[in-house]
């Protein structure tokens, strides 16, 4: 099992920043992925962006160039660096944790991020 423990979401105004983070416990993998999906109100969970602990990273097309991923594999951590924040940005940010090559996947509690104008 692998625990996931999200912080960093919050209320920011329109074109503002927000980190989030996410720290993975329990029983880490060698090869893994880290990332965010999102869920914004009425609408089904979407891709943000991941990252593998071998340092490749993937973004949405709303993600690119605002946001950026990184993480500290020494503390199996990750990090969602999203600048320029827009309202359609507003949504549950739930940390994703995957065992590379298989189907096993782990979610975070899920953050609320709110974007205003």
């Known amino acids: 099992q692998v625990q996931l423990v999200e912080s960093g979401g919050g209320s920011v105004q329109a074109g503002g920043s927000l980190t989030l983070s996410c720290a993975a416990s329990g029983s880490i993998f060698g090869f893994n992925v880290m990332g965010w999906y999102r869920q914004p109100p009425g609408k089904q969970r979407e891709l943000v962006a991941t990252?593998?602990?071998?340092?490749?990273?993937n973004y949405s097309d709303s993600a690119k160039g605002r946001f950026t991923i990184s993480r500290d594999n020494a503390k199996n951590t990750a990090f969602l660096q999203m600048n320029s924040l827009q309202l359609e940005d507003t949504a549950v940010y739930y940390c994703?944790?995957?065992?590379?090559?298989?189907?096993?996947?782990?979610w975070g509690q899920g953050t609320q991020v709110t974007v205003s104008s």
């Open positions: 990252m593998t602990n071998w340092g490749n990273p």
């Open positions: 994703y944790y995957n065992a590379a090559g298989s189907q096993r996947t782990w």
